[in-house]
């Protein structure tokens, strides 16, 4: 066990829950599934808290208005309030500030783990994603959406160009930076 890992551990009470967001195609789901596994804590996948409005809607390739994300919203939410462990690992998009800050709103301040890539590398992804509704149809919609994390959002930039395992390293040893500094 590194020490970064053995840090967060001992400091869940602090961390209790950590967003992992970006487009679709981002990796998003594998880096807050590993992340989870490694801090012992759980992993929640927005994705199966969406409508099944939502899921036809993505499907056909229609991006979701504010609407439609709203209740969506309140869902995730309430399952990374009901987590049974922590911290809660939420994989999630959360395209908008105003996303991020009703999630705030709902379970408290969290860091986020921001992961970036071009748009040339997330379109090839979800040229090559099977058995998911989000494909490489939302792209354009995702990328217009998105608002990128502000400074004060205590955001860690993550580059998907490198290997999950890596990713996951410097998100561990980022977030027990920010843990052992208070912030």
């Known amino acids: 066990m590194?020490?970064?890992?053995?840090?967060?551990r001992s400091k869940r009470a602090q961390v209790r829950h950590i967003l992992v967001m970006g487009i679709a195609g981002t990796g998003k789901s594998v880096i807050a599934?590993?992340?989870a596994a490694a801090l012992g804590g759980i992993f929640i996948e927005a994705d199966i808290y969406?409508?099944?409005?939502?899921v036809d809607r993505m499907s056909r390739g229609v991006g979701l208005t504010d609407e439609d994300r709203w209740p969506w919203?309140?869902?995730?939410?309430d399952a990374a309030l009901g987590a049974e462990a922590s911290?809660?690992?939420?994989?999630?998009s959360a395209l908008r500030r105003s996303y991020r800050d009703f999630l705030r709103a709902r379970i408290g301040a969290f860091p986020i783990l921001y992961l970036t890539g071009s748009p040339e590398m997330i379109g090839e992804r979800?040229?090559?994603?099977?058995?998911?509704?989000?494909?490489g149809s939302?792209?354009?919609?995702?990328?217009q959406t998105l608002e990128a994390p502000a400074d004060d959002e205590d955001v860690v930039h993550l580059d998907i160009r490198l290997p999950p395992n890596a990713i996951?390293?410097?998100?561990?040893?980022?977030?027990?930076?920010?843990?052992?500094?208070?912030?």
Not at 73 to 77: D, N, Q
Not at 87 to 92: F, G, K, L, Q, S
Not at 138 to 143: G, H, K, M, R
Not at 168 to 183: E, Q, S
Request: with cysteine; hydrophobic share 50%.
């Open 2 to 8: 590194t020490d970064a890992v053995q840090n967060l």
């Open 87 to 92: 911290p809660a690992i939420v994989a999630c």
């Open 138 to 143: 939302l792209l354009e919609s995702q990328l």
């Open 168 to 183: 996951v390293a410097a998100a561990l040893a980022r977030l027990d930076g920010r843990t052992a500094t208070g912030g």
């Open 73 to 77: 919203l309140a869902a995730v939410a």
């Open 126 to 135: 979800l040229a090559h994603r099977r058995n998911h509704f989000a494909g």
């Open 33 to 35: 599934s590993r992340l």
């Open 50 to 54: 969406h409508s099944p409005g939502n």
